[in-house]
């Protein structure tokens, strides 16, 4: 059976479904089983640009939720490592605690850094362009 959508960039739902599925992280094998498609058919649609990029949607998607499930972790997370820092934990705990606590302190500062050099760096981007303009 061959599987054709009235244009090229509409998608079937089953395409649809295996975008999801790929996206999320099945494999092509996997993700035909699930849609009932050879795996040669998942190859075939990833060839076409319009689905790998309903599958790159997807992914961004599923990475933009995760970010907001971590951040949403995030302060849960440092009060368990303050709890793990109390004075009545073992030594060790402790120890593994003020570790996680130094290093992601020091990754933060770096990617503050990094964010405020970026955005530096797109203001006198702009500044040229403006400068350009007048010219």
Do not use: K, Y
Request: hydrophobic share 45%; with cysteine.
């Amino acid at each position: 059976m061959i599987l054709t959508p009235s244009s090229s960039t509409e998608m079937l739902p089953v395409q649809e479904r295996a975008a999801v599925a790929l996206a999320q992280g099945r494999s092509q094998v996997q993700t035909a089983r699930l849609c009932d498609v050879s795996d040669r058919t998942i190859r075939r649609w990833l060839n076409n640009e319009h689905f790998a990029m309903l599958v790159d949607a997807h992914r961004a998607r599923n990475t933009a939720h995760a970010a907001q499930l971590l951040d949403s972790l995030q302060l849960e997370a440092v009060a368990v490592l303050q709890e793990l820092m109390r004075p009545d934990q073992s030594a060790a705990t402790r120890l593994r605690a003020a570790s996680l606590v130094m290093g992601t302190a020091a990754d933060l500062r770096t990617e503050i850094s990094t964010l405020r050099r970026f955005a530096q760096f797109e203001e006198q981007m702009v500044l040229l362009e403006l400068r350009g303009d007048d010219q």
